[in-house]
């Protein structure tokens, strides 16, 4: 079998990940790395490709099958239309843009090309995800009623001295880590159509938020809340929970996620389940069946690159589409309007599809 030449642009931390992958993959193979830092120089070297300064450079030289675009969020759209235009495959790293009106431009020129683009969403690839999506679809749960959800965790002060944009307006977590959450959601319960928030910066004092309060409206007419922190010492954090990135320490008694319907309730990502025995006797004075649902483990960005390969060769449609990236991109953007402005802001008039 002849293996799919992936090229990774971006030699940051997501992007020696995703190098590492490609390398790993039984299916696919790293061809290049694109990147005019001089630091990208030696990944390249021990990887054992050429190093390109540009796309076009890459382009004209030694044309992969596939990109993987893992660049600053500023040179997603003129990357990926770049990409597109070549008629190459690409995966692009979340979020799909700095700004939905950039994103709406992407989503017109992928349609009107036909264009394979995978969203790098990895949790998407995740098998906890998947599980858990799995045990909604198949109403255990009953009819979904609420969905509770966290991502608490402490950055250290190192992660704002080294990087400083990281305490200016678009480095908080609401831009960096909660669009990740957003999908999840969205896969758990449909999708979102209004949010209220309340954000604050009072920790420490920053000009960004460190703290933020939200509501959440789905379509179904599910309610949600979700409480994110990077200055909360708490472990209630897909990362410190989940055991799919080692980098992390792990917690097996913390969950960052309770979906509840009016059979049971299930918490992830420990899969505990707790239902009634017979859904025609329920009652907060009945016990309930408590059990945990089994899944095998395994690394989503591994899942993901092999998801790529098959994008690239024709052989499926991206998991995670353009609209998705979108539709994540949507509901973040809302989020910071309603910290800022104090109001609901409405979705409904917007479509992931």
Known sequence: MTTTRIAVAGAGYIGLAHMGVARSSPTCTLSAVVDPSPSARAPAEQAGVPLYASLAELLAKDRPDGVVLATPNVLHVPQALECIAAGLAVLLEKPIAPTVAEAEQLLCAADAANARVLIG????????????????????????????????????HEYFADAPWRSQPGGGPILINLIHEVHNLRMLCGEIVAVQAFASNATRGAAVEDTVAINLRFASGVLGSFMLSDTAACARSWEQTSQENPAYPSYADEDCYVV????????????????????????????????????????????????????????????????????????????????????????SSHSSS
């Not at 679809?137 to 609420?146: E, H, I, N, W």
């Open 121 to 156: 969403h990895h949790r998407a690839h995740s098998p906890i995800m998947a599980k858990a999506c799995e045990v909604v679809a198949s109403g255990r749960l009953g009819r979904l009623v609420a969905v509770m959800g966290s991502a608490t965790f402490f950055k250290p």
């Open 260 to 347: 509840a319907g009016t059979h049971g309730s299930l918490s992830v990502p420990t899969m505990r389940l707790k239902t009634y025995a017979r859904p025609g006797d329920r009652s907060w004075w009945k016990p309930f069946e408590c059990s945990v649902v089994g899944l095998q483990r395994a690394d989503p960005l591994t899942l993901q690159m092999e998801h790529f390969g098959a994008v690239v060769r024709g052989e499926a449609a991206p998991r995670v589409s353009v609209r998705d990236g979108l539709a994540n991109l949507r509901v973040t953007e809302a989020i910071v309007q309603a910290a800022r402005s104090g109001a609901t802001i409405e979705l």
